[in-house]
């Protein structure tokens, strides 16, 4: 590809043409791709409102991009690699023009479904290749995925299928995930008559299980699109029609639903994974992260296809049926890339070597890691056991919200420092702040980590609330993009992401709100009050903390233990279960009512005697009975 980056001085080089002229840098990389018709205009934007287009008046259609484009050089090579959950089951191997047969037939059963451009469709599904196959479907007609992880449950879907006024719900009737079975089909129902904007269920089979239909709503795939023409014109999309919507976490309790564009973000994902990732032509190439994750929607599908990639979809667990999974998968396939996330390498790293050297790992050319910080014991386990100290580490730092990997080493050229994410890509401008967003010039300090300019793959807006993106992202500091991050740029210029500085906890890469899971903890019938926070974990980074003051408590304290846990399982999915309770009678509260989380989060770190001032709390007391009862 034209716009792979081949050395560090290179990258120098190109960094400061982006700064110094993004809109000519940017152009010339957008110019690689196949437009419909080209953009007049490169680059309009203003952080105030905020208002940011890309490529202005440029048509073209993603998936032309990801596919027709590669079909007359690459039609035969392998798109997308399918590795089952269960390691005795074949491979399933999609080329570039079978992937190009499947999407249009999807996307046909789609518009038969009365669904077109601009409505919105939820995918709900397990990871199998139908679930990259509907996500381009829809990109193919211009409609707009929300894809909706598979472990929330029914509540967390309807809340976002009710948010988006989703009218079709794409999933399965079933999912493996390691030795667990999920009844996917079950959980849809309960969730769609929660709401009124759904017209169809299109149903995948993957476990045979039998599943309650109605026949009014429900179409079993594989009924519906076998039967489909092969070929579906690609909608043209302007540049800045939205792509997708996807739900993350924030501060507040309710998930935002997070709006990317098609220009911008095409050209970003296609560009940061080339660099990246240093993809040869005839690699292969494992993400581990799950479609449901704006990990998979970039560097899973988007990224990859993009660049005419071969890219591996796993359906499974990385603990299944042993830890030597991902290490078995890396030797059978001869992964080139691998990308996961530190959880699952500090999940693995206490498995013992003995299962990893089992495989031939000498495939391996590049390593990542993302979606939280890497403590120093991983990062120089990943890199001496999986890379032999041969292979390079890439920890990319980015959001949800950036669409793209932001600050991240690129391949095996940049300088690599364990714990330190690196210098930024080309055309990313970050900088840190202090608390008065005072702008931190000198190295070798710690701020908050903002970004100046934009970037073609920064988020548009949230799903029907343009003054919630406002206040979230370009309010607290003036001209700037707050990431939410905390960081420290060394002497040498390098990012090290230090963590979340609002309140949202990171567990095990996963995003939530602490308000958010106290919404649901409050849920539950014995509690009146709660206040959640994060504690350093083990495996999962970080480990969610909750104080609980219940009413009428049950019989013991046990019952109303495992109610609050099930509570959170209906409402947001198991993935938010506390893994600490911790009941109480009162919670450190200021005079005007604010819980003070900062007492509550040194406890549950285990150090109560630095809590600082706790002068203006309105009863110090209940802190010494909160010390006391800490678990
Ligand atoms: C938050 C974004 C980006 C895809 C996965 C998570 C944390 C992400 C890193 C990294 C340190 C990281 C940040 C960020 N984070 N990558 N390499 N080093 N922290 O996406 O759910 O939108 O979460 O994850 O705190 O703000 P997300």
Redesign the pocket.
Known sequence: MSYRITSFDQYKEQYANSVNDPENFWAEIADSFHWKSKWDKTLEWEFETPNVKWFVNGKLNITENCIDRHLGQHRDKTAIIWESNFPDRENIYLSYGELHIEVCQAANALKSMGIGKGDRVCLYMPMIPELAVAVLACARIGAIHSVVFAGFSAQALADRIEDAKCKVVITSDGLFRGNKKVELKKIVDEAVSKCSCIEHILVKKCTYEEVNWNKQTDIWWDDLIPNQATVCPAEEMDSEDPLFILY?SGSTGKPKGVVHTCGGYMVYTAYSFANVFQYDESDIYWCTADIG???GHSYIIYGPLLNAATTVMFEGVPTWPDGGRFWQIIEKLKVNQFYTAPTAIRALMTCGEEIVIKNDLSSLKVLG??????NHEAWEWYKRVIGENKVPIV????????GGIMISGLGSFSPQKATF?GYPLPGIQPCLVDQNGVEIKENGQEGLLCVKFPWPSILRTTYGDHKRCKLTYFSSFKGMYF???GARRDMDGMYR?I??VDDVI?VS???FGTAEIENAINESEFVVESAVVGYPHEIKGQGIYAYVICDNIPSNYEMARLEILNTVVREIGPIAKPDKIQFVSGLPKTRSGKIMRRILRKVAEGEPDKLGDISTLLDPTVVSEIIKGAL
Request: glycine share 14%.
């Open positions: 993350t994750w704006i990990t890691t993302v979606g939280e910080p890497i920890d990319t730092w980015w959001q949800t919200e950036t994410a990431t939410g991050d992401i963590g979340r990171n890469g996963h995003r």
